[in-house]
């Protein structure tokens, strides 16, 4: 992980206190007080003025203040400093002024040392979300000379040309390529696992030489380099702070330039792959994709969040959560607080406001509630990661010890990082809330009750019940609502997931399942009004009888999407009747909703057949439609053969026919006229192996059926959609409200005595539902 660029926000300066008489003493710098000046590109109506302290710490002074710190050198007297001041700030500053404004600010905020001499006790600010544990790995001297062969690689030219191969080089790996064959490789050899690991930290650390260089060429200092801790993972940073000396397109080229450099190294590996062809390598081009990406969420202080301070001239985001927050109240526009930002600097906050804190709070419940069963996931993880470090040990491979380490902490450390953010978290805001309620009795016993109030939530959700450190399953949803709600024992009423109670019958003798060890059973509920129900004045439609293939969409969810696709092929030999239907039906009673029914049905007759009655029909019907799609689509085609087909004809109709399920599996949303093309094109390949098989010849009768429904024809471009019934099909669609019913009458094409048979086959129909 890499928090970058490690520039501490400024903190802004207290306001003056009143006037005091002027200070004896000659008032002098702090050692190691550093000037930036005016902040450039800001968002504040009046731009702030930014001082670095020796400890690093970024300060953001008001222009007096600010001038009256320049005009502090540790020899000018009190008049002497008001004086300055009031020729650089234009305005009249009084000796008492620059008396009270040292004693109240300055001297407070660490900037100018004590009355008697001696340095101030400066403490940084802490917040939440900070790296700790800082581990300085270069000075800023070392950190430049480092650095200042990689400004070269910020040229405008060489910038383009690398973008242009870092988007060619995504679009190969993720659309030609792909992962899988580096996926398989990686997880078979742990020693692949480790070299993809290593590389991906190494990467980290030249994300931040981006950074540095970024600086460096636009003309600010890179400082010290190190790592540190960040929710208790590995991190690196560098210090760009003196980047506040540059404009806004340059303090958004160091924030971006880690990003750059992951660029760099994804090209340079792909580059090494194309000379290897080391799959495994490209999983690390896929590591750098997923950094950047992650880089860039501006919810925390990472790359993204930098770049959108700088684009907006507002150095610390956070800071400004409660002006914001409190700025939106009616009664609080016209305050002088609430207008500090330019107003497009202060709508780009406030969006982030509204954005953010709803999702930190979502975030922060969520980890709540599922921590508990997230640690007993994790502890059964831990516990399998134990044992087969154990066997690897036994057998002495060091490369899959070290693997199954790996795993381990990234399996422990997410848990130890939520527990730290909690306990942060409660800590900081208890002190806070002492401290606000001091001397308020009244304020202090409502935060008494809310905390209590916290607590007992906090037991509710933690409270050590079976249900509630129970190891997360595979066959869970995982939804919100799993676990939001609590979970509610039904008798008789069970979901994948729940707990509840049922009677089911268990052979004598064998174990019985547990939560931990489930065992598949069948648990019949009814159907409790999942199924849609039947709002349409007139009769459903029978089900299909035996050799009949049928496609049955009924829409009543307002806003879905339903198909309904059944495709059959039906043998009849032996001398049966075809007394075959093939029907469509797409009833529709929704808003804003498409309703599709294709059925696809072919009847080869094998030798003489009696009766020959097929029968294709569709109906598509709006009731109370209201912006709505429905087609039925019925297609039948029927071919009457001199004898069965060969061993190769069969081998020919049987991969041809694979094609024909591939293709109903996949129709949903193509344009109409695709599926009228298609549904033809095969129709052909069918005729044509019949025709093309030398042991048969086709016989009396071939028919291709078709019945039309009224109404208008959805148009191809309307999404997702079916194409109307092409010729030898039959086609129902209506996009109005309303539309009657419609059925189209069957073709019969009789052939040889009337005596019927019964059908000796069945269709296979392959039904889709998408709701």
Same mark, same amino acid.
């Given at each position: 992980m890499t928090i970058t660029p490690n520039r501490p926000p400024p903190e802004?300066?207290?306001?003056?206190?009143?006037?005091?008489?002027?200070?004896?003493?000659?008032?002098?710098?702090?050692?190691?007080?550093?000037?930036?000046?005016?902040?450039?590109? $800001?968002?504040y109506r009046v731009p702030p003025s930014l001082v670095r302290r020796s400890d690093g710490q970024t300060l953001q002074l008001t222009p007096l203040l600010y001038a009256i710190l320049d005009a502090v050198d540790g020899e000018r007297t009190l008049p002497e400093i008001a004086a300055r001041a009031t020729e650089s700030t234009g305005r009249l500053v009084r000796a008492q002024d620059?008396?009270?404004?040292?004693? $109240?600010?300055?001297?407070?905020?660490?900037? #100018?040392?004590?009355?008697?001499?001696?340095?101030?006790?400066v403490k940084r600010s802490d917040p939440l979300l900070a790296l700790r544990l800082r581990k300085e790995i270069t000075n800023p001297d070392v950190t430049r000379r480092l650095t200042a062969p990689f400004a070269l690689l910020f040229n405008p030219f060489v910038v383009i040309l690398v973008v242009c191969v870092f988007l060619a080089a995504c679009w190969w790996l993720l659309m030609v390529e792909g992962l899988a064959a580096a996926t398989a490789h990686a997880f078979q050899d742990p020693g692949v696992l480790l070299l993809i690991v290593a590389v991906t930290v190494l990467s980290a650390g030249f994300h931040e030489f981006g950074h540095?260089?970024?600086?460096?060429?636009?003309?600010a200092t890179p400082g010290r380099m190190g790592m540190g801790l960040y929710l208790l993972w590995p991190a690196f940073f560098t210090d760009v702070t003196d980047s506040y000396r540059l404009g806004r397109a340059g303090r958004i080229r160091t924030d #971006?330039?880690?990003?750059?450099?992951?660029?760099?190294?994804?090209?340079?590996?792909?580059g090494v792959w194309w000379g290897t062809h080391y799959d495994a390598l490209l999983l690390v081009v896929l590591t750098q994709l997923l950094q950047m990406v992650h880089q860039l969420i501006p919810m925390v202080r990472f790359d993204g969040y930098h770049v959108l301070a700088d684009i907006t001239g507002v150095p610390d985001l956070f800071q400004r959560i409660g002006p914001t927050l409190a700025g939106l109240l009616p009664w609080r526009w016209g305050r002088p607080a609430s207008r500090t930002l330019k107003p497009w600097a202060r709508a780009l906050v406030c969006a982030w406001v509204l954005v953010v804190v709803p999702l930190l709070l979502f975030s922060l419940t969520m980890m709540v509630l599922t921590l508990p069963r997230v640690i007993a996931t994790a502890a059964v993880a831990l516990g399998e990661r134990g044992q087969a470090l154990g066997q690897e040990a036994a057998r002495g491979d060091v490369t899959a010890v070290l693997a199954q380490v790996a795993l381990m902490l990234a399996t422990a450390v997410p848990i130890l990082a939520t527990l730290y953010i909690l306990i942060r978290l409660a800590k900081t805001s208890l002190v806070a809330l002492w401290t606000k309620t001091r001397q308020r009795p009244g304020r202090r016993a409502v935060a008494a009750a809310l905390v209590l109030a916290l607590i007992g939530g906090l037991a509710w959700a933690w409270w050590p019940a079976p249900q509630t450190?129970?190891?997360?399953?595979?066959?869970?949803?995982?939804t919100i609502s799993d676990v939001i709600s609590p979970v509610a024992a039904r008798p008789g009423h069970l979901t994948?997931?729940?707990?509840?109670?049922?009677?089911?019958?268990?052979?004598a003798g064998t174990e019985r399942p547990t939560p931990d060890h489930p065992q598949l059973a069948m648990v019949l509920v009814p159907r409790d009004g999942h199924a849609p129900s039947w709002v349409f004045p007139f009769s459903k439609p029978l089900p299909p009888k035996p050799g009949d293939n049928q496609a049955l969409a009924v829409n009543t969810a307002n806003g879905s999407v339903l198909y309904d696709v059944a495709f059959a092929l039906v043998w009849v030999d032996g001398g049966s009747a075809a007394l075959n239907t093939n029907s469509a039906y797409a009833f529709a009673s929704c808003k804003g909703c498409t309703t599709v029914a294709v059925a696809f049905q072919v009847v080869l007759i094998v030798g003489e057949s009696r009766v020959v009655v097929p029968q294709n029909?569709?109906?598509?019907?709006?009731?109370?439609?209201?912006?709505?799609l429905t087609a039925a689509i019925a297609h039948q085609l029927v071919l009457t053969l001199n004898g069965p087909l060969s061993a190769d004809g069969m081998t020919q109709l049987s991969r041809l026919w694979a094609q024909i399920v591939t293709f109903s599996e996949n129709l949903q949303g193509l344009p109409l006229s695709e599926v009228q093309a298609r549904l033809l094109d095969l129709e052909q390949q069918i005729k044509d192996v019949v025709k093309a098989d030398s042991a048969v010849s086709p016989g009396g009768a071939t028919s291709s059926t078709s019945t039309q429904t009224p109404g208008p024809v959805p148009a191809p471009t309307t999404a997702p959609s079916s194409a109307p019934g092409t010729e030898g099909s039959s086609t129902g669609a209506t996009d109005q409200p309303g539309a009657p019913p419609s059925t189209g009458s069957p073709t019969q094409v009789p052939t040889g005595a009337p005596t019927p048979t019964p059908d000796q086959s069945t269709p296979t129909p392959t039904p889709i539902a998408t709701p």
């Open positions: 802004q300066d207290a306001p003056a206190a009143g006037v005091a008489e002027p200070a004896a003493a000659i008032p002098s710098r702090a050692q190691g007080i550093e000037l930036i000046g005016a902040m450039r590109g $800001s968002g620059v008396s009270s404004l040292v004693d $109240s600010s300055l001297r407070p905020l660490g900037l #100018l040392t004590q009355p008697d001499g001696s340095e101030p006790e540095a260089a970024a600086a460096r060429y636009g003309g #971006l330039g880690g990003l750059y450099f992951n660029a760099i190294v994804a090209v340079v590996i792909v450190y129970r190891p997360i399953q595979a066959y869970e949803r995982g994948a997931g729940s707990a509840g109670q049922v009677r089911t019958i268990w052979p029909l569709s109906e598509a019907v709006n009731y109370g439609c209201v912006d709505c």
